[in-house]
C-alpha cells in the first residue's frame, strides 16, 4: 500500500520539517507528499474552494481518501491502525490523507473520503497536524508489525 499525505501550504526549513522528515523516513510503506498552494489573494470561501479544487486534482485515480477535519471520527492509536491494517488487506494500493488550509476543506473533498478523521478536539496548526499525522502512521505500522513501540 503506498500512502500519499495531500496538504494545503509549503512545509519551510526548520523543526518540523526536520521532524517529518523523521517520521518519514521510518515508514516502510512508500509515502509521497504533495503539496498545493493557491497563490492568488481569495477571499475565504473562494479560497476554500480552490484549494478543495487543487486538492482533488492532486489526487490520484482510485485512491481511497481520508480527509482530516476538525469534525471528523476521532480514533485511538490501535483503531487507526485496523483500519490502516483493514485496508491493505483489501488490496488498497494508495491510501491518500488530506489535510486543508486555514478554512478548512471544501464540501467536495469531504464528500469524497471514505473516512474523515480527527486528531482530536483541539485545533491543530496544519504543519503541526501534519507531524502528528506522520507519527500517528510509523505508530499504526509498528502496532500492526507487533512491535512495542506503542504501549497500552
Known amino acids: 500500500m503506498r500512502l500519499l499525505i495531500l496538504a494545503v501550504g509549503r512545509v519551510k526549513s526548520g523543526p518540523l520539517a526536520a521532524l517529518q522528515k523523521e517520521y518519514a523516513h521510518r515508514l516502510t510503506w512508500p509515502l509521497e507528499i504533495r503539496e498545493v498552494e493557491e497563490r492568488r489573494a481569495l477571499a475565504g470561501a473562494e479560497r476554500k474552494a480552490r484549494e478543495g479544487e487543487l486538492l482533488l486534482a492532486a489526487l490520484p485515480e482510485g485512491a481511497k481518501l481520508v480527509a482530516l477535519d476538525e469534525r471528523g471520527k476521532p480514533l485511538g492509536s490501535r483503531d487507526f491502525a485496523q483500519q490502516l491494517g483493514r485496508w491493505r488487506e483489501s488490496g488498497t494500493k494508495t491510501l491518500a490523507f488530506i489535510l486543508g488550509g486555514a478554512d478548512g476543506l471544501a464540501p467536495p473533498v469531504l464528500e469524497r473520503a471514505q ?7 483541539m485545533t491543530w496548526p496544519h504543519l503541526l497536524a501534519r507531524t502528528l499525522l506522520l507519527e500517528q502512521l510509523y505508530r499504526a505500522q509498528q502496532i500492526l508489525a507487533g512491535h512495542p513501540y506503542h504501549r497500552d
Do not use: H
Open 115 to 121: 473516512l474523515t478523521l480527527s486528531l482530536g478536539a
